[in-house]
């Protein structure tokens, strides 16, 4: 699916889940399928909506990420429980580390600066009422719309006053300092360049990043977050060689340089149910691309958890590595 295709796909899922009850069954359903993968932290994302209970009152975006909020706090104490039981009875064939579920709020950058604002004024106030699931912010949607510079920058400069870890996607379009008949690319490259100053703790995907600011982000060294599967299928990046996903991801513009230097990279799935994969899959078909050894990929998996939004990586490392 190409990258206008994903965000068309993208519009039909609001109008799947439209109630609470939807909204917790795919919640927990997100957070079981994560823990039959054996992944013991996740981050998902989401951007606060309107929905409506099914006596028929309105959900509004505060209890939209509360319901999500709840779904994930009876998840972690049951696996917490599970796992704090099993040890207790010493039950080797159990070693599934408990799942630790957090929550990023998204801003959507095709929506207007007063939705944005109001979606990081929720993550703020949650987080400064003790919500530990709340561990940061995100900028994400169709690049095509609107500019960080020009549009959001103010936004995420009040997150960060607040605390709030914060990532980015960038990259994700053509871009070039110079053009003259191609004034999107020089666009794209601004932007890119507005981001990369302003420094969020993460980036997304950053795979069509120029040049220039690959230099750049070499001395800034801003973790990424790196969607195998994503960006071969949005990026058509196999259709030259007969649809070949493995082909595709060693076509990668980035992902063999940033493995070559151990640049900080973490694997993710972008959309599961989108691009028909698994996090299981996307360490499989990296590994498989460029040879990684079992320590290549333990090594990796390890290092990842640096970039995690949660203050407790030192302690999922040492579960990790125990």
Same mark, same amino acid.
């Given at each position: 699916?190409?990258?206008?295709? +994903?965000?068309?796909?993208?519009?039909? *899922?609001? &109008? %799947?889940?439209?109630?609470? $009850?939807? /909204?917790?069954?795919?919640?927990?359903?997100?957070?079981?399928?994560? =823990?039959?993968?054996?992944? %013991?932290? *996740?981050?998902?994302?989401?951007?606060?909506?309107?929905?409506?209970?099914?006596?028929?009152?309105? %959900?509004?975006?505060?209890?939209? /990420?509360?319901?999500? @909020?709840?779904?994930?706090?009876?998840?972690?104490?049951?696996?917490?429980?599970?796992?704090?039981?099993?040890?207790?009875?010493?039950?080797?064939?159990?070693?599934? #580390?408990?799942?630790?579920?957090? !929550? *990023?709020?998204?801003?959507?950058?095709?929506?207007?600066?007063?939705?944005?604002?109001?979606?990081?004024?929720? =993550?703020?106030?949650?987080?400064?009422?003790?919500?530990?699931?709340?561990?940061?912010?995100?900028?994400?949607?169709?690049?095509?719309?609107?500019?960080?510079?020009?549009?959001? !920058?103010?936004?995420?400069?009040? $997150?960060?006053?607040?605390?709030?870890?914060?990532?980015?996607? +960038?990259?994700?379009?053509?871009?070039?300092?110079?053009?003259?008949?191609?004034?999107?690319?020089?666009?794209?490259?601004?932007?890119?360049?507005?981001?990369?100053?302003?420094?969020?703790?993460?980036?997304?995907?950053? #795979?069509?990043?120029?040049?220039?600011?690959?230099?750049?982000?070499?001395? #800034?060294?801003?973790?990424?977050?790196?969607?195998?599967?994503?960006?071969?299928?949005?990026?058509?990046?196999?259709?030259?060689?007969?649809? %070949?996903?493995?082909?595709?991801?060693?076509?990668?513009?980035? /992902?063999?340089?940033?493995?070559?230097?151990?640049?900080?990279?973490?694997?993710?799935?972008?959309? =599961?149910? @989108?691009? $028909?994969?698994?996090?299981?899959?996307?360490?499989? !078909?990296?590994? &498989?691309?460029?040879?990684?050894?079992?320590?290549?990929?333990?090594?990796? !998996?390890?290092?990842?958890?640096?970039?995690?939004?949660?203050?407790?990586?030192?302690?999922?490392?040492?579960?990790?590595? =125990?």
């Amino acid at each position: 699916r190409s990258l206008v295709d +994903c965000f068309h796909i993208f519009s039909f *899922i609001p &109008k %799947c889940v439209s109630d609470v $009850a939807a /909204l917790e069954r795919i919640t927990r359903e997100a957070l079981e399928d994560a =823990a039959d993968e054996n992944i %013991c932290y *996740i981050e998902l994302r989401t951007g606060p909506k309107i929905l409506f209970h099914h006596e028929g009152e309105v %959900c509004t975006k505060e209890d939209y /990420l509360g319901t999500i @909020i709840r779904v994930m706090e009876s998840f972690e104490r049951r696996e917490l429980n599970r796992y704090e039981a099993n040890r207790q009875r010493r039950e080797s064939s159990e070693t599934r #580390l408990p799942l630790i579920p957090r !929550l *990023i709020v998204s801003v959507d950058r095709s929506k207007t600066v007063e939705e944005a604002y109001e979606n990081v004024d929720l =993550a703020i106030e949650l987080k400064a009422s003790g919500c530990k699931q709340i561990v940061g912010v995100e900028l994400g949607g169709d690049p095509t719309k609107n500019d960080f510079g020009e549009h959001f !920058l103010p936004v995420f400069s009040k $997150a960060r006053r607040h605390g709030l870890p914060i990532s980015i996607h +960038c990259g994700e379009v053509p871009m070039a300092r110079e053009s003259r008949d191609r004034p999107d690319l020089v666009r794209a490259h601004e932007e890119a360049l507005s981001i990369l100053k302003f420094g969020p703790e993460r980036l997304g995907h950053s #795979l069509l990043i120029s040049e220039d600011l690959g230099v750049m982000l070499d001395d #800034l060294l801003i973790p990424v977050e790196v969607c195998p599967t994503s960006n071969v299928l949005t990026l058509e990046l196999a259709n030259h060689e007969e649809g %070949c996903l493995l082909k595709g991801i060693q076509n990668h513009p980035q /992902l063999r340089k940033w493995l070559d230097s151990k640049y900080p990279i973490s694997l993710n799935t972008d959309d =599961a149910g @989108i691009f $028909a994969t698994t996090l299981t899959r996307e360490y499989a !078909l990296v590994a &498989k691309a460029f040879h990684l050894s079992k320590i290549d990929l333990s090594n990796m !998996l390890i290092d990842s958890v640096e970039t995690i939004f949660d203050p407790g990586k030192e302690k999922l490392k040492q579960a990790i590595t =125990a």
